[in-house]
């Protein structure tokens, strides 16, 4: 069987898919692990800061390699079934609210003292100075960083091929070793990666001078 550009370029299409989604559910699943370890850390309770700080040292100091070969082969020593999708899932997720818990956390914490000590005279509760006061704030500095964080993401998901996961790095390997065209079919892929990581570096760039120059003013 021949395989045309054409069948090369729609079978990189359709694994890039993959990739976009593997994306999009560890982010979404990363910021809901993330919610509750930010409250933790904000609760300032020493055995909570210390838990919260431990999980993140983990996983940032780890590679997102071993995460995933611990999610794919380490759950199987304890009889659980893992597919590749379940163990990229797992695995990226807690990798992605290991960094997202440092960026939001250092957004709060970026915003004077004095407003937490304000809200307090007023009579606001913790939830409702977090709620009303400091987080539009904070979503504004956090903004930038966490969308820039999104193309570590995308680009982490290349390594989900090594579990057995169809994304656009796997689907160009198991393409190459149809049509040994290593060049054009890695081109392709990279040019893959760059058209869906740029926009998104680009956007951050642009938060970042928005926010900036709205600052000043």
Known sequence: MTFTDWDILRNLLLA???TLLLSLVAFLGGTLVTLPLLLLRLSRRRWAVRLVRGYTALFQGTPLLMQLFLA?????LFGIDVSPWTAATLALTLFTSAFLVDIWFGS???LPKGQWEASR??????GQTLWRVVAPQAVRIAI???V???VQVVKGTALASIIGF???TKAGTMLNNVTYQPFKVFALVALGYFLICYPLSRYSHYLERKFHAADHH
């Not at 005279?121 to 913790?126: D, E, N, R």
């Open 16 to 18: 890039a898919r993959w």
């Open 72 to 76: 794919f082969f380490g759950l199987g």
């Open 108 to 110: 709060i914490d970026a």
């Open 121 to 126: 005279c007023l009579g606001l509760t913790f």
């Open 144 to 146: 930038a960083p966490t």
């Open 148 to 150: 820039g964080f999104s």
């Open 166 to 168: 169809i994304e656009l």
